[in-house]
């Protein structure tokens, strides 16, 4: 099953925790910031973890439900794999360097100003 239709098909917190453990952060040549899974095969946009976890939260999660626990732990998740994805962007050579700086200006710019850290609730 592909990665992306796994998360799609994910309409709990506790399913999404379970996905974010797995995850691991990768950089391409061209600067493009991606997760993978590691039952499942494709890979996703870095910051489409925390779509889902903003959309699971907003749409299904009721104010007693338990699922508002697991929110915490994916935050602090995503949090680490955007620290391992920094990391690989400081240790990779200069041209995939520059790609990421670009890539990641444009998406701030495209996102309204709000950027990668606008999903992660900070």
Same mark, same amino acid.
């Given at each position: #099953?592909?990665?992306?239709? +796994? ?5 709990? #917190?506790?399913?999404?925790? +379970?996905?974010?453990?797995? +995850? ?18 494709? +890979? ?11 959309? &699971? ?16 732990? &994916?935050?602090?998740?995503? =949090? ?13 050579? =200069? ?5 990421? #700086? ?21």
């Amino acid at each position: #099953m592909d990665v992306q239709e +796994a998360l799609l098909n994910t309409h709990t #917190m506790q399913g999404l925790s +379970a996905l974010t453990k797995k +995850a691991e952060p990768h950089l391409s040549f061209l600067g493009c910031r991606y997760v993978t899974v590691k039952p499942f095969e494709g +890979a996703l946009p870095l910051n489409q973890l925390g779509v889902q976890r903003d959309e &699971i939260y907003f749409k299904y999660i009721t104010p007693k439900e338990s699922g508002k626990k697991y929110f915490n732990e &994916i935050h602090s998740r995503l =949090w680490k794999i955007y620290e391992l994805s920094d990391k690989q962007a400081n240790t990779c050579n =200069w041209i995939t360097y520059i790609f990421t #700086m670009v890539r990641d200006t444009l998406t701030i710019y495209c996102e309204g100003g709000k950027g990668r850290r606008f999903w992660i609730g900070i």
